[in-house]
């Protein structure tokens, strides 16, 4: 398994403001990804953090909105950038360990935006 | 893309009684995974499950591949089995999350 940290673990912000979320790991990891969660729905993903080159995004999510970096195996971030209240929602990093084939969650981070 | 649908969405139960989930989902995987998002948000792997059955505790999980669903089962439901579980399946790209079943267990 992996024991991943997420900071902050809870923010509330204004709109029109960004925000950056830290992801790290314990150890390394194949692949990071991020997850979007808005209240009482299911997990979405953003996109694929790719070490030492730009993100892999999903339909619906752009690099403007939601810039990614992971300089490394285990460690990645998240911008939430020009934030409206549409953008409250639990954001979660989840990673794939070596050797292993499950994925695995962090404690998320929520944001609120008023 | 993979479709997963569960189901129930929504169960309320007493402590004490037992409980079945059930995930379907649209095409082949390679990939199989339940979890309980608690109450605080937190996920937790509880199956890695792409085929045949497994046992943990008061919980076990059964898939199989070839009709494309899986089964939960909770027996013997304590109050901390409350939250929503997730059922999220991969096949060749990314892994995608069923609508969860929200499980209330009422002391």
């Known amino acids: 398994s992996a024991v991943i940290s997420q900071k902050p673990s809870r923010d509330i912000c204004q709109r029109g403001t960004s925000l950056t979320i830290q992801c790290q790991v314990d150890?390394?990891?194949?692949?990071m990804f991020w997850y979007r969660q808005q209240p009482g729905q299911s997990l979405t993903l953003i996109a694929t953090?790719?070490?030492?080159?730009?993100?892999?995004?999903e339909s619906g999510f752009v690099i403007d909105k939601f810039p990614i970096s992971r300089p490394n195996l285990t460690f990645s971030t998240l911008t939430v950038s020009n934030m409206s209240p549409e953008d409250s929602s639990i954001y979660l990093c989840?990673?794939?360990?070596?050797?292993?084939?499950?994925?695995?969650f962090g404690p998320g981070t929520r944001l609120t935006v008023t | 893309g993979i479709q997963v649908e569960q189901s129930p969405p929504d169960l309320i139960l007493q402590e004490g009684a037992n409980s079945t989930l059930r995930c379907n989902f649209s095409?082949?995987?390679?990939?199989l995974q339940w979890f309980h998002q608690n109450p605080w948000g937190q996920l937790i792997n509880l199956f890695y499950?792409?085929?045949g059955t497994k046992q943990n505790g008061r919980l076990s999980a059964t898939t199989v591949a070839t009709e494309r669903y899986s089964l939960l089962y909770i027996s013997s439901s304590q109050t901390t089995d409350s939250g929503v579980y997730f059922c999220?399946?991969?096949?060749?790209?990314?892994?995608?999350f069923g609508q969860g079943t929200r499980l209330t267990i009422n002391p």
């Open positions: 989840s990673v794939v360990v070596w050797g292993v084939y499950e994925q695995y």
């Open positions: 150890s390394q990891v194949t692949m």
């Open positions: 953090a790719n070490q030492g080159s730009e993100a892999t995004y």
């Open positions: 095409d082949s995987v390679n990939n």
């Open positions: 499950i792409p085929s």
């Open positions: 999220a399946v991969q096949g060749a790209q990314k892994l995608v």
